[in-house]
């Protein structure tokens, strides 16, 4: 009795502890955020990608073609309204929760903090602005949340058909820029390429969750090493006979494929395993056919 007790109680303190972290890196990423947007991108004058240049490119015509000063979280929010809805519906909760969190925090920061120009140099604004971007978006991801807006609906597509849907935001981005650089000027329009290049490029190479890795494990011992990778990843393996060709021995060939992101703790776990185990580890451009992913929540 007194065992179960602590087990529950260690459960639910680490279960706290995790989501004080899940916050907190939120948090940093909204401050960041709202710090690049008045640094980097109003220096520059840009339209990142996303819903946010949505937002400034509305603002940029209520000021210019009707004198007003909109604000930029109502806006933000609003149209955040539905994919918050997606979220909810085909995602997770949580997830959805913590991204509303980012969400509301980095559009009322970006209302509150003044502009401030850190250089001038458009170019390197748009190029340091993207990497802020994207490390702020790896924050977010990592807590278990996104920045909004079409990142969700990204996250959607790549759950639901098991694609990295990262670049499909480009489409919707350079829609925004041809609107952008028909009004005010393609100059801005052109240089705001360089930074959604620079953040969705850099944000697909370390986020990893909806990349493929195929690993080939030769082996004198199957079971511990498809025990290892079903145990971390839930994934299945398939196990094929053959012959060394150096000693005649047979040895046996374990096959899997499992995500990017966990493939390095999988190698260390099967080395453990079985310490003369050969990996070979090839990343997969195209899977066809059910593959596991980890829930959001």
Known sequence: MRQAVQKIVK???GGVGASLRRIALILIAAVISALNMKTFIRAGDLFPGGFTGLTLLIQHVARTYFSFELPYSPVMLVMNVIPIVIGFKYIG????????LMVVTSSVLVDLFPDFAIIDDVLLSAVFGGIIAAFCGYLCLRAGACGGGTEIIAIFISEKYGKDAWNYMLVFNAAI???AGAI???ERALYSIFFQFSATQLLNSIYKRYQ????FVITNRPADVYRTIHEITNHDATVF????CYQGAERDLVYSVVAADEVQKVARKIKEADPLAFINILHSKQILGQFYLRPKD
């Open 11 to 13: 459960e639910r303190v």
């Open 93 to 100: 909760r949580r997830f959805t929760l913590y991204t509303c």
């Open 177 to 179: 820029l041809l609107v």
């Open 184 to 186: 005010f000027g393609w």
């Open 212 to 215: 493929k890795t195929t690993l």
């Open 241 to 244: 006979k053959g012959k060394g």
